[in-house]
Antibody, heavy 116, light 107 residues
Framework: EEQLVESGGGLVKPGGSLRLSCAAS????????MTWVRQAPGKGLEWLGR??????????DYAAPARGRFTISRDDSKNTLYLHMSSLKTDDTAVYYC???????WGQGTLVTVSP | DIQMTQSPSSLSASVGDRVTITCQASRDIDNYLNWYQQKPGKAPKLLIYDASNLETGVPSRFSGSGSGTDFTFTISSLQPEDIATYYCQQYKDPYNDFGGGTKVEIK
């Protein structure tokens, strides 16, 4: 069964850092382009960025809210996608989802709460 | 970045009604448009890709049309299980922005 499972969310203080993980199974992760999307409480979906497969250069693209503070990486040996977040703000409070691209497969999401 | 304007932001309709949601891109995106359904507390689910192609397993009452800058998503006969928020998303631009969402409720 194809599956994505996020982990690493939690409570962090403003200015802090956090690393989210997304464990993939049931499909060929090494060939997949992967994406992070977030959703603040009661708000819409916000695309954060993607990382291409290694064969396509493994280059990331970032939306404006993520540029300079967030880093997307992957470890194909572990079938895992990462989102490193730094200088966190209260506005970063959201459920963070990973997905494949095309977005046919999504994880269940992990909640990040940034609060003093 | 490409801005996606989705309307209405919410609607209320009766079971069996035809429901239409529109999405307008700030510039030409050809047919590089997805439509998603999201139920409370759940991850989004892809319903339509390439503006008009139905994802495998999605009921045929869902459909999409359009190209360029103007797109339409239709539920031909609203069912109780269709209560959700629907989002469009472009993938012409490297930054795959979403529309603001349309919350669909039963009247």
């Amino acid at each position: 069964e194809e599956q994505l499972v996020e982990s690493g969310g939690g409570l962090v203080k403003p200015g802090g850092s956090l690393r989210l993980s997304c464990a993939a199974s049931g499909f060929t992760f090494i060939d997949a382009w992967m994406t992070w999307v977030r959703q603040a409480p009661g708000k819409g979906l916000e695309w954060l960025g993607r990382i291409k497969s290694k064969s396509d250069g493994e280059t990331p693209d970032y939306a404006a809210p993520a540029r300079g503070r967030f880093t997307i990486s992957r470890d194909d040996s572990k079938n895992t996608l990462y989102l490193h977040m730094s200088s966190l703000k209260t506005d970063d409070t959201a459920v963070y989802y990973c997905s494949t691209e095309p977005a046919k497969l999504w994880g269940q999401g992990t909640l990040v709460t940034v609060s003093p | 970045d490409i801005q996606m304007t989705q309307s209405p932001s919410s609607l209320s309709a009766s079971v069996g009604d035809r429901v239409t949601i529109t999405c307008q891109a700030s510039r030409d995106i050809d047919n590089y448009l997805n439509w998603y359904q999201q139920k409370p507390g759940k991850a989004p689910k892809l319903l339509i890709y390439d503006a008009s192609n139905l994802e495998t397993g999605v009921p045929s009452r869902f459909s999409g049309s359009g190209s360029g800058t103007d797109f339409t998503f239709t539920i031909s006969s609203l069912q109780p299980e269709d209560i959700a928020t629907y989002y469009c998303q472009q993938y012409k631009d490297p930054y795959n922005d979403f529309g603001g969402g349309t919350k669909v409720e039963i009247k």
